[in-house]
């Protein structure tokens, strides 16, 4: 089972960035897409971003629209998650996953996840 791994969360007032990492052992050849989630305390899971490996074309979820940014490196096999204009209401636990065969309209259930980074952002 190829292993996600995310970092780069932390501690970081309003207004600021962060750049989360999701590193995989190989995206291009094993999974058609790769998402990003996050899950506030108490609060369900909420689809943040998707990336299609096969095309490069990306989705955001409105409230972060303008705001995050889904990039990949090849090379690295590691996805990112550009975070800039950071809000109190982005705060929570961060996660990537990845699937083997859907695409991002798909909204599926995901193969493979990461076990999380932590977010937290004061006011």
């Given at each position: 089972q190829v292993q996600?791994?995310?970092s780069g969360g932390g501690?970081?007032?309003?207004?600021?960035?962060?750049r989360l990492s999701c590193t995989a052992s190989r995206?291009?050849?094993d999974y058609s897409i790769v998402g990003w989630f996050r899950q506030a305390a108490g609060k369900g899971r909420e689809g943040v971003?998707?990336?299609?490996i096969t095309d490069g074309s990306t989705?955001?979820?409105?409230?972060?629209?303008?705001r995050?940014?889904?990039s990949r490196d090849n090379t690295k096999n590691t996805v990112y998650l550009q975070m800039n204009g950071l809000k109190p209401e982005d705060t929570a636990m961060y996660f990537c996953a990845a699937d083997r065969w859907a695409s991002c309209a798909d909204l599926p259930p995901y193969d493979d996840w990461g076990p999380g980074t932590q977010v937290t952002v004061s006011s």
């Open positions: 996600l791994a995310e501690l970081v007032q309003a207004g600021g960035s962060l995206f291009s050849s971003s998707c990336m299609s989705h955001y979820t409105d409230a972060v629209k303008g995050f940014t889904i």
